[in-house]
């Protein structure tokens, strides 16, 4: 793609949806790691679900070493991979208190001290919550990135780099929703929706599926 189609490809996802969010739950920082981190091979429709009644009472690190491991574990049974990541959660949570007061750090570097929190975690977290241009490269990132051309890599983060350099403003800040938000959507891991894909004119996947199949439109 041009610097011009990337251009016009984000101009055209910005037109539908100005203000994109995460579709994660999340009231503060804390929250917002802890439902990031519970994410991984899991949805966010899942997580959320988990998520309501552990954040009405869990607000803070202090308050999720109260709750305990067992006790973390008995709210997040319904989430995959659900042991490791109460392991995660507990020891993230002591290591904030101990060495941050409580408080989530704002570099990559700090966050990615954090037990469970890997590039992406810290990328989604630095965007979403201190409002930094991160790439949180991501499934759904990673496959409209390569099949577009826009960042085409072998791995997140070759992809992560390219989309460094390449995403212009105004929309740097919010790209990664809306591409997540493209992916999950429309360009859809198994059959990508070109037929009613409002970017398929600067999309040069060479594999389009520009008729919608039997029964769907
Ligand atoms: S044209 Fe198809 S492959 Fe390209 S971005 Fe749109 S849905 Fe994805």
């Given at each position: 793609?041009?610097?011009?189609?990337?251009?016009?490809f984000f101009r055209r996802l910005a037109e539908d949806n100005p203000a994109p969010q995460t579709e994660l739950e999340y009231g503060n920082a804390?929250?917002?790691?802890?439902?990031?981190?519970?994410?991984?091979?899991?949805?966010?429709?899942?997580?959320?679900?988990?998520?309501?009644?552990?954040?009405?009472?869990?607000?803070?690190?202090?308050?999720?070493?109260?709750?305990?491991?067992?006790?973390?574990?008995?709210?997040?049974?319904?989430?995959?991979?659900?042991?490791?990541?109460?392991?995660?959660?507990?020891?993230?949570?002591?290591?904030?208190?101990?060495?941050?007061?409580?408080?989530?750090?704002?570099?990559?570097?700090?966050?990615?001290?954090?037990?469970?929190?890997?590039?992406?975690?810290?990328?989604?977290?630095?965007?979403?919550?201190?409002?930094?241009?991160?790439?949180?490269?991501?499934?759904?990132?990673?496959?409209?990135?390569?099949?577009?051309?826009?960042?085409?890599?072998?791995?997140?983060?070759?992809?992560?780099?390219?989309?460094?350099?390449?995403?212009?403003?105004?929309?740097?800040?919010?790209?990664?929703?809306?591409?997540?938000?493209?992916?999950?959507?429309?360009?859809?891991?198994?059959?990508?929706?070109?037929?009613?894909?409002?970017?398929?004119d600067l999309c040069s996947f060479r594999k389009k599926v520009l008729e919608a199949p039997k029964g769907r439109t």
């Amino acid at each position: 793609m041009t610097k011009d189609q990337i251009f016009e490809f984000f101009r055209r996802l910005a037109e539908d949806n100005p203000a994109p969010q995460t579709e994660l739950e999340y009231g503060n920082a804390y929250q917002l790691v802890v439902a990031v981190a519970l994410s991984a091979q899991a949805t966010d429709v899942g997580v959320n679900k988990a998520t309501r009644a552990l954040f009405a009472k869990v607000k803070t690190p202090q308050q999720m070493l109260d709750l305990g491991e067992d006790g973390l574990k008995e709210h997040i049974k319904t989430i995959g991979l659900f042991n490791s990541k109460a392991k995660n959660v507990i020891a993230l949570s002591q290591l904030l208190v101990d060495e941050y007061g409580g408080e989530v750090p704002d570099t990559r570097e700090d966050l990615m001290r954090l037990p469970g929190v890997g590039r992406k975690t810290a990328n989604v977290v630095l965007n979403c919550w201190f409002g930094q241009e991160t790439f949180a490269v991501d499934t759904h990132i990673f496959r409209v990135s390569n099949r577009t051309g826009m960042a085409k890599g072998k791995t997140p983060d070759q992809v992560e780099a390219k989309l460094e350099k390449r995403v212009p403003q105004p929309f740097r800040r919010d790209s990664h929703h809306w591409m997540i938000l493209h992916g999950r959507y429309v360009c859809k891991a198994r059959t990508p929706e070109c037929w009613r894909c409002k970017v398929a004119d600067l999309c040069s996947f060479r594999k389009k599926v520009l008729e919608a199949p039997k029964g769907r439109t």
